[in-house]
């Protein structure tokens, strides 16, 4: 059972490097860090999250995961259950979860989250950072179409205790049921009861030079996403940006 202990500083440039040089230092499973705002918040490939004093809650929590590193990208959709069931317990807002780990609402990202691995004497760990907008007051106006808030979304101005204290405890639950023999189906069962991208969704995705359109059809065991081509043929993808588009 995962035994969470939170570090609360005031700024940092990222939580997640904070998180993984005390990874390499040694520091256990479950350490969390969190901070008022990051100089250097780091999003998905290479992007910056911009981290403002106040107006985000910016949150990195410590895995050493045992079971084999080809079950790890489980932990990302792991960790957008977490903060799915969070955001609902903590501020009673309904989201949508995008692959692999947008937390949406109404198709405007609210919350970002970044897995990446650090190593250390005991093995190598993951560092799960996770962004929540709560207000959108500075956001620059380009985030302005494609982003959104907790105070947007909710009408009223969040508590980041609140969601806090709702998040730790879903990611230590839903770690554990990862853990147990049969968590694997689990996660992407509980995943799929959360995300209208799991099946029958139109999107287009984006993966470097290769673009795919297609409908969802599921998610693999590995969490990667199945994706039928207009011409019927299943497509499995475990890396891209994905957005919605209108069905034809
Ligand atoms: C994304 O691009 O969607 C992932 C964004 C993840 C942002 C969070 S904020 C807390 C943690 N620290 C970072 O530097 N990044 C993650």
């Known amino acids: 059972m995962l035994s969470p202990h939170i570090l609360h500083f005031d700024t940092l440039p990222s939580t997640n490097l904070e998180a993984a040089r005390r990874a390499a230092e040694g520091a256990a499973e479950g350490l969390c860090v969190v901070a008022g705002e990051q100089t250097a918040g780091r999003g998905r490939r290479e992007r910056h999250w911009i981290s403002p004093l106040g107006a985000g809650l910016y949150f990195s929590i410590i895995l050493r995961p045992q079971f084999d590193q080809s079950r790890w990208p489980l932990l990302t959709l792991m960790a957008a259950v977490a903060a799915h069931d969070a955001l ?14 947008d937390i949406l609402v109404a198709e405007k990202k609210l919350c970002g989250i970044l897995a990446e691995t650090a190593e250390t004497p005991a093995g190598r760990a993951v560092v799960i950072g996770i962004g929540i907008n709560l207000t959108q007051s500075a956001f620059p106006p380009e985030l302005e179409m494609i982003a959104t808030s907790v105070e947007t979304a909710t009408g009223s101005t969040p508590e980041l205790t609140s969601i806090l204290e709702a998040l730790v405890p879903e990611l230590a639950a839903h770690y554990d049921v990862l853990n147990k023999p049969d968590g694997a189906a689990e996660i992407i069962r509980l995943w799929c009861a959360r995300s209208s991208y799991c099946e029958g969704k139109r999107i287009c995705v984006i993966d470097g030079s290769e673009t795919l359109v297609g409908t969802t059809r599921g998610l ?14 299943i497509q499995v993808l475990r890396a891209g940006d994905v957005s919605s588009v209108r069905p034809h």
């Open 220 to 233: 693999e065991r590995d969490g990667a996403l199945r994706v039928e081509t207009d011409d019927g043929e």
């Open 88 to 101: 609902l317990a903590g501020c009673s807002l309904a989201t949508d979860i995008k692959w692999p780990n």
